[in-house]
């Protein structure tokens, strides 16, 4: 039941608050007019307590502040949960740390107080390097705020990484290429690039659904755009690692690949997840997600606001594939063997393979190209061939 060490130990904390709400969101954040910033730091500290005293003897190799906005934290926040975190486990001598950014003039004058704190690596979440994009996006920020960010973020953190969004209204397959070749021109040694897409509950979504997002692109024109987005990052020396992540060998995102490598991590704040191996059992966590209620219960009995579902072979397995499968290293047929009390079966196994959407080699799988644009259909058939076989 020590399959966690495989991928490590991770902490995740979720600062659920924004500026703005982007039209485009799914993430659990909130627009708030103040925050009391002391209580925050006060109940991430007692979760970190909490979740410190049953993960005892562990060594910590990530932290990651995700949102949400967590660039809108003030420093001493982030320096008063990171030095808790520091009393509670012992941390690697390469931990990496990471806090998500937006790219306005007021988040990058703390970047040299996150530095201070212990912040090693920062995510800015660009989106485009378009200013009408940027508008229709409902980002605050200008194309030249963002240059300058990156600049400010490279003079002072270890490692950069930028998220654009591509696959946009309007966007053709020769503006994506300028764009990509304008943010790898910046230098930073990890980019994340995501499609567009349209989530349910978002202001997109409304849209969408009342047939006012116009503009987006044809299935065949976003098949294009990520194949474009694979040949010019792996030209530039910075080829995926996952569907949607790319990097120079080296500088992938460690607390990402704990996800993706099915490590164990903590989540708190509203809405977070986590992943915890506890006597012989592996829990998903999720906590309450509307902030306010997160807080109280939260400061009143530490944990509270957290519901645990205690994970089954199957279910651990099933997760495992899905998530390895998104990774250029790919999944090891032993390590599902294990997790599931039984292999893949061996006929479904072999039809994808011959449907050139998956290689083997040995013990491992890997999606080959076309397949990572169709894996949802290799895990469908995967799964299914498991449980008829059963």
Known sequence: M???????????????????????????SHVAAQVDQSRWLQAFQSEIDRIGALTQGRVL???????GTPSLMEAATVQGILDRVRATWTLANDIEITLEANPGSVEAARFEGYAKAGVNRVSLGIQSLDPDDLRRLG??????????????????FQRVSIDLIYARQNQTLDAWRDELHRALDFGTSHLSLYQLTIEDGTVFGQMHAKNLLR?????????????????????????????????????ESRHNLIYWRMGDYAGIGPGAHGRLTLDSSRFATESER???????????????????????GEDRASE?????????????????????????????????????????????IQTTDSGVMMLNGILRALLAGRHSAN
């Not at 190799?61 to 949102?67: A, K, L």
């Open 2 to 28: 020590d399959d966690w060490r495989h991928a490590g130990f991770g902490l995740y904390l979720h600062w659920p608050f924004c500026q703005s709400k982007c039209p485009y969101c799914d993430f659990n």
């Open 215 to 251: 503009g987006l692109p044809e299935e065949d024109l976003s098949a294009d755009m990520f194949e474009l987005t694979q040949e010019i990052t792996r030209g530039a020396g910075l080829p995926a690692y996952e569907v949607s992540n790319h990097a120079r060998p080296g500088d």
């Open 290 to 312: 509307m902030p306010a209620a997160w807080l109280d219960r939260t400061l009143a009995a530490p944990g509270s606001a957290e519901r645990s579902e205690r994970l089954s």
């Open 61 to 67: 190799n990530t932290i990651f502040f995700g949102g």
């Open 139 to 156: 980002r605050m920020h200008t194309v030249d705020e963002a240059a300058k960010a990156i600049a400010v973020a490279q003079s002072t």
């Open 320 to 364: 495992y594939l899905m998530f390895a499968l998104r990774l250029k290293e790919g999944a090891s047929l032993d390590r599902y063997a294990a997790l599931a009390g039984t292999p893949l079966p061996p006929a479904a196994l072999e039809e994808v393979i011959a449907l050139g959407l998956l290689t083997r080699d040995d013990d491992r």
